[in-house]
């Protein structure tokens, strides 16, 4: 069945899997079901991916030059460390550009680990916005506080703390595939254990970019195995984006939280975004498998329908239930 129609006549499925189904849709779709669907939701969705918000430019304010702070931070017997770095990360969002990057210098010249960490965050942020400098706007765009100088501090704290996602960010961000794959290596022959941590996945998504690097599926999840392909342009079979889909079930964490009830008193399925469900599906979304994606939904109807007969519901009656049903999927 084409996808534009099927989305028009089943107005009353839930938002969160419908949603799954014209994420990859050409523009002269999107537009057909916004004129045509009779589910509010679905239209504001289709709706924002026709005409998507534009994002608004921030304006940075000049403030007076903060030169006793600096000193004091940067001085250790001044005793006063502690404190003047508490207080220019407090007035950091007020200050000029030009102070903000002093600020930043500061804390990477100190090169202490929480200052580091704190300092990622800007790093990794893409700027286009207009600052205001001595009265004058400036249109900057792109990484504005980032110097080459600070990679091998970023990367000596890493080294000694891979799960940290705001180093890890940073070092994707700026420094060469060649050295990521010599590190995922490293970590796979010496730190078995750190697969299962989010850090080893981010780091094999940012690997795995360069197509020529095999994909490790034994080393995942049906469910990661699946994201990781969507997100780096890769294919995957039927049979393991079914797969996917069924281990993201069997795994869900939250069935109790995704059925509510709506304004009418009905039972709907409610997606978190970044449940293991919903990554899935949102998995399936980008590789093309809006056939799963269907059959998903006409299961979870079945699920509903058997919920709205029971006389009690509850999160172990939920759990129950889909268990139960997980064979019809």
């Not at 679905?42 to 921030?58: F, G, M, Q, S, V």
């Not at 420094?175 to 094999?204: N, V």
């Not at 899935?280 to 269907?294: A, R, T």
Request: aromatic content about 12%.
């Amino acid at each position: 069945m084409e996808i534009t129609q099927y989305l028009l006549d089943n107005p009353s499925s839930s938002f969160d899997i419908l949603k799954h189904l014209v994420n990859a849709l050409p523009q002269d779709q999107l537009i057909e079901i916004r004129d045509n669907t009779t589910n509010e939701d679905l239209w504001i969705y289709t709706n924002n991916l026709i005409n998507p918000e534009p994002k608004k430019d921030t304006v940075k304010h000049v403030n007076a030059p903060l030169q006793q702070l600096f000193d004091d931070f940067n001085n250790p017997r001044s005793g006063k460390v502690h404190k003047t770095r508490r207080e220019l990360k407090k007035r950091f969002e007020a200050q000029s550009f030009a102070d903000q990057e002093r600020i930043i210098a500061a804390f990477m010249n100190k090169a202490s680990k929480t200052d580091v960490v704190w300092c990622t965050k800007y790093f990794v942020e893409n700027y286009a916005e207009t600052v205001v400098y001595q009265g004058q706007q400036f249109d900057v765009v792109g990484y504005m506080f980032w110097k080459d100088e600070y990679l091998d501090v970023i990367k000596r704290h890493w080294e000694y703390d891979m799960d940290n996602y705001k180093l890890l960010k940073a070092i994707v961000l700026f420094d060469s595939t060649e050295y990521l794959k010599e590190r995922i290596r490293l970590i796979e022959a010496e730190t078995p254990g750190i697969i299962d941590r989010p850090s080893y996945s981010s780091l094999l998504l940012k690997v795995c970019e360069d197509k020529s690097y095999p994909l490790p599926k034994e080393r995942l999840t049906p469910s990661q195995y699946a994201y990781i392909t969507a997100k780096t342009g890769r294919n995957i079979t039927p049979e393991d984006a079914s797969a996917a889909l069924v281990w993201a079930v069997n795994n869900e964490s939250r069935w109790s939280f995704n059925y509510v009830r709506n304004f009418q008193g009905h039972l709907i399925f409610r997606d978190y975004k970044y449940s293991t469900l919903g990554l899935s599906l949102w998995s399936l979304s980008k590789l093309g498998y809006s056939d799963i994606i269907i059959a998903f939904n006409e299961w979870i109807k079945k699920v509903i329908s058997k919920l709205e007969s029971l006389k009690e519901i509850d999160n172990n009656v939920i759990d129950k239930t889909i268990k139960e049903m997980i064979s019809l999927l």
